[in-house]
Every structure is written in structure tokens, then in C-alpha cells.
């Protein structure tokens, strides 16, 4: 169990025993440590919006009698810190993240992102496939990624060809940070899902940022548990999910965020995503 310093935003919650309907030894009463970067509207640092994800945790929390501490803390050490047993849930990352960490991943999704390309809007340049984007890179073009993040083998491979031209942010909000470094011009190109930099964006004054294209199709996110982690709470998880989607209460959470199911059809989520960029 890791402590947990000033820098750390915690919520607990503490409700009624649920009898399982199958034979579990115990749970004991522990904390559960969830953890990650912030990653609105994912995983936020605000109290009355603190990410649709976390309010999915303390939806299947608040049913299953477990207490949650969430660690607001960079991801590349949540990811180590879950490989020792020392957070024990991180959220909403892709399977490719979850695997080389060793950790345990849900069955279920909780989220999904797209490989989205944002550029200064005085940058005229559009995504048109991996060889161009490879073209913009060789040119002395800057791309801001998130270090710990997984973007697919395409994107891994042109980024590991070219170290020199690729800016991997840290820290508790690194997205935050690299639209400040594209406004600045010390970016060219940043890399991330159009649900996180449409959020970010509706809340800049003055914004120059603009949309440049998708990379792939949508890549299912999912929670990732440390390899002690209880194979029964990891299908109370899963579980808890499906009963929030089947009872409407998803929809309701999803609701606050401008967003909607990722288990939608594709062409209703494009549908969806065309409408949040052209807001």
C-alpha cells in the first residue's frame, strides 16, 4: 500500500455489505488504491466532475461495500507502482499498456479513445496517413505524445524511429501541458483522443487548436489490476459495469461529460465525435 502524500486527491466510500451470489472466501475491508494521471473527462482533479471512469468506480464502490482511495499521480510510475502490488486498480488504459506492466486486465472496457492529431491552426497540415505523417517528422516537425500512453504498433514503430522529433509529457496533467506547449508554438503536432482535447479545449479562452485527423479506429480502454489482485473483485468490476449500463445509470454519468457509450455502434460514434469537433 503506497502513501498517500498532499499531492494525492482521495475519495472514500463506505456502504452495505453485498452477499455475493457466489462463494467467496472473504473480502476483507481494505482500501483499494485507484490511480492515474489526469485525464479529463476520463479522470479529472475536480471534485463535482471527477472523471466519468471514477464515477463508474464509485458507482460498483458504493454497491459492493468497498472503500476507494484515488492517487492522482503520473503514469508511467502508476504503472510500475501497480507491477509491485503497491496501487491496486489503474484506469482506463489500453490493453497494450496493461500487458507489458504484467498486470491483470478487466474483461470489460470502461472507455475507449481515438489516435486524434490536434495542430496550432497555422500549421496547414492534415493527416493523411502514416508515411506523411513519417514526412512531417523527417522535416524537423515536433509530435507532443503522453509518456506511459499506447497509441497501437504503427505509432509505436514511427516513434521509436524517431526519438528526436517526439515529446513525451509527464507530471499529473500531461495533456495540460502540451496544449500550452502547441500555443506556444514549441509543439507542432500533438497526439491524443479527440474526447480529452475537446474537453480541454471547450474551456481555453482564445483557442487556436484545431482538429487534424484520426489515426486507426477506437481503441477499448480498461481498467488494469496488480498481479495479487482479486480475481473475484476484478468480476465485481466487470459486473458492476454492465449493471450501470443495463439500469441506465451509464448513460446518466456519461451524460455530464458531453459524451456516450463507447459500445455504441462505430458509425454512431463517428456520428458523435464529428459532432463534438465541429462544436
Same mark, same amino acid.
Given at each position: ?26 473480502? &476483507? ?9 489526469? =485525464?479529463?473527462? /476520463? ?5 463535482? *466532475? ?15 461495500? *468497498? ?15 501497480? &507491477? ?40 496547414? =497540415? &492534415?493527416?493523411? !496517413? ?17 509518456? !506511459? /500512453?499506447? /497509441? ?32 506556444? !508554438? ?12 475537446? /474537453? &480541454? ?14 489515426? !486507426? ?44 457509450? =463507447? ?17
Amino acid at each position: 500500500m503506497i502513501k498517500i502524500t498532499k499531492n494525492f486527491r482521495s475519495c472514500c466510500l463506505t456502504f452495505s455489505l453485498l452477499l455475493l451470489s457466489f462463494s467467496v472466501t472473504s473480502v &476483507h475491508a481494505k482500501t483499494l488504491v485507484i490511480a492515474s494521471d489526469v =485525464w479529463c473527462p /476520463y479522470i479529472c482533479d475536480e471534485h463535482a *466532475l471527477p472523471g466519468f471512469v471514477v464515477e463508474i468506480m464509485n458507482e460498483i464502490a458504493k454497491k459492493n461495500d *468497498l472503500k476507494l482511495e484515488l492517487a492522482i499521480i503520473p503514469l508511467a510510475r502508476a504503472l510500475d507502482l501497480a &507491477h509491485k502490488n503497491k496501487v491496486d486498480i489503474l484506469l482506463a488504459l489500453p490493453s497494450q499498456s496493461i500487458a507489458n506492466a504484467k498486470l491483470q486486465k478487466s474483461h470489460a472496457s470502461f472507455g475507449g479513445l481515438y489516435n486524434d492529431f490536434y495542430i496550432s491552426s497555422e500549421l496547414d =497540415w &492534415h493527416f493523411k !496517413g502514416m508515411d506523411d505523417l513519417e514526412a512531417q517528422l523527417n522535416n524537423n516537425i515536433i509530435l507532443g505524445t503522453v509518456n !506511459g /500512453y499506447e /497509441y497501437g504498433d504503427k505509432i509505436a514503430k514511427l516513434l521509436r524511429n524517431n526519438p528526436d522529433n517526439v515529446f513525451s509529457a509527464s507530471g499529473n496533467s500531461p495533456l495540460n501541458k502540451q496544449l500550452r506547449m502547441l500555443q506556444l !508554438g514549441r509543439l507542432d503536432i500533438l497526439l491524443d483522443s479527440r474526447f480529452t482535447v475537446q /474537453y &480541454h479545449l471547450s474551456k481555453l479562452p482564445n483557442n487556436t487548436i484545431v482538429y487534424a485527423g484520426t489515426q !486507426g479506429d477506437l481503441i477499448p480502454l480498461f481498467l488494469g489490476f496488480s498481479p495479487s489482485f482479486s480475481k473475484e473483485l476484478i468480476q465485481i468490476f466487470d459486473q458492476g459495469q454492465e449493471e450501470l449500463r443495463q439500469n441506465g445509470r451509464l448513460e446518466q454519468i456519461l451524460e455530464k461529460y458531453g459524451i456516450t457509450d =463507447w459500445l455504441e455502434p462505430l458509425a454512431q460514434q463517428n456520428k458523435n465525435a464529428l459532432n463534438i469537433i465541429s462544436e
